[in-house]
């Protein structure tokens, strides 16, 4: 009732007050170099609560490095009740290594080292993929809003000896100077919780360009496909007339030998053999030449739809990149689960598409592979051949190009869930929630 609402009011005094409740935690001073300062390495202790309470941090690890997260746990009909945890894992993600980007790009070293050592998440700033987060989105939220600040002592050289070498024992040095520097771990999840909603924004508005996207991808295909089709044609109609010149090239001199022979004139027969068509493979997929074609590298259609945009976060076109791929493993898992529990054709079209997955693409889909894996996966998958694959005894027909289809309609679902979920105020309501538990578990140690 009132108390309640007298205790929310007091919410935003209370976490600022955090800041200056918990004890400062120091560590020696080290030696720095001329050109760059060196920090104490402290090693994280445990976490505590509300008003110095201590609590127990119990950490879910995940079996696998960065990309073993909890994406890569979850089966298929599991994955699809948790759409929204999966991207609330992934906006988080996103988010750190944001705020690691802000930290490197002006040159904060220490608390983008305190970041990364967080919960273990050592090398998440240049991580290119989904499943980065070891944990949980509520626990790394509270666990870092419950730790005390960090000081850590600083040593460096002030200023620069020019005109001689660093090892002349005539030369002055310039004096060491120790200065203190604080992390407050508050303040940085504070900053993180903006990320997100800023993030959350973004994500909206940029989801909605993988349909146009799929449109550009289709398109390119189909054409693809016609002008092999029309070159295809075209070198067997130059073969033809080919054979013709050289069938009545041999049909007239064969004539003029047996018109000699016999002393008279003997009309030739012309003879137009055919043979099948030879069969050429589809070009190869290359990114290169997507790359070189703005309309059909999507990263670009991104970017140059905020280039000069101010508001835009600088790692806006890597999250889009990094959405399309956790949204195409979502959608390829779903295909697969749905065609196993299908007819004998459906089975057939399901083993297939495990077989060529395993073989070839789960790999680059679960680790840090780079930029543009879902559009090598769709133009791999789709340029294919067909062929027929053994169930019970019988040989069913397996149209590589319809189950591209397939995936793609599935992840069309999968981003229309996401953007429902980031229409919503479910972002902004979690942060609120996890505010008013320490909150209301900060008045119930006083």
């Known amino acids: 009732g009132s108390e309640m609402r007298q205790l929310l009011g007091r919410l935003p005094l209370f976490i600022l007050s955090l800041t200056h409740v918990h004890a400062f935690t120091s560590v020696p001073s080290l030696p720095a170099t001329r050109d760059q300062c060196s920090v104490?390495?402290?090693?994280?202790?445990?976490?505590?609560?509300?008003?110095?309470?201590?609590?127990?941090?119990?950490l879910r690890r995940?079996?696998?490095?960065?990309?073993?997260?909890?994406?890569?746990?979850?089966?298929?009909?599991?994955?699809?009740?948790?759409?929204?945890?999966?991207?609330n894992s992934l906006l988080l993600q996103r988010s750190i290594q944001t705020q690691l980007y802000y930290y490197a790009e002006f040159r904060d070293d220490f608390k983008k080292q305190w970041l990364e050592d967080f919960l273990d998440h050592k090398g998440l700033l240049l991580f290119h993929s989904f499943g980065g987060l070891k944990v949980s989105v509520t626990e790394y939220l509270e666990t870092m809003m419950n730790t005390a600040p960090y000081t850590y002592t600083i040593s460096a050289n002030w200023g620069s000896t020019m005109g001689g070498s660093k090892d002349n024992p005539f030369l002055q040095r310039a004096a060491m100077k120790t200065y203190d520097e604080t992390i407050h771990p508050q303040k940085v999840v504070k900053g993180i919780m903006q990320i997100r909603e800023q993030l959350k924004g973004e994500w909206v508005n940029d989801l909605s360009t993988i349909d146009f996207e799929d449109h550009i991808f289709w398109e390119e295909l189909e054409d693809e496909v016609h002008h092999a089709s029309l070159a295809e044609a075209a070198e067997r109609v130059a073969r033809i007339e080919e054979e013709k010149k050289a069938s009545e090239k041999a049909s007239l001199q064969k004539g003029g030998e047996n018109a000699t022979a016999s002393g008279g004139e003997t009309r030739g027969t012309k003879t137009l053999t055919s043979r099948a068509p030879a069969t050429s493979d589809p070009p190869p997929f290359s990114l290169e030449s997507r790359e070189r074609n703005p309309l059909g590298v999507s990263d670009n259609l991104v970017v140059q739809s905020i280039r000069g945009e101010q508001g835009s976060t600088p790692l806006r076109g890597k999250n889009y990149d990094v959405c399309k791929k956790a949204a195409?493993?979502?959608?390829?898992?779903?295909?697969?689960?749905?065609?196993?529990?299908?007819?004998?054709?459906?089975?057939?079209?399901?083993?297939?598409?495990?077989?060529?997955?395993?073989?070839e693409f789960k790999t680059l889909f679960e680790s840090d592979s780079g930029r543009y894996v879902s559009e090598h996966f769709l133009a791999g998958l789709a340029r294919k051949p067909s062929l027929a694959m053994p169930v019970g005894g019988k040989l069913f027909s397996v149209d590589p190009m319809d189950l591209t289809k397939k995936v793609v309609e599935a992840r069309r679902k999968?981003?229309?869930?996401?953007?429902?979920?980031?229409?919503?105020?479910?972002?902004e309501s979690g942060h609120t929630e996890i505010m008013r538990d320490l909150l209301i578990k900060s008045f119930g140690t006083l």
Do not use: F
């Not at 079996?63 to 298929?76: A, F, K, N, Q, W």
């Not at 065609?339 to 083993?351: F, H, I, K, M, T």
């Open 40 to 58: 104490a390495r402290c090693s994280q202790g445990a976490a505590i609560g509300p008003l110095g309470a201590p609590i127990r941090n119990k």
């Open 62 to 87: 995940a079996s696998l490095p960065h990309g073993g997260g909890t994406l890569l746990r979850m089966g298929g009909s599991e994955m699809e009740k948790k759409q929204s945890e999966l991207l």
């Open 328 to 359: 195409t493993y979502i959608a390829v898992r779903q295909v697969v689960s749905r065609l196993d529990g299908g007819v004998a054709e459906a089975r057939a079209q399901g083993a297939w598409l495990r077989q060529t997955w395993d073989a």
């Open 414 to 427: 999968v981003l229309q869930g996401w953007q429902d979920y980031l229409d919503s105020d479910q972002v």
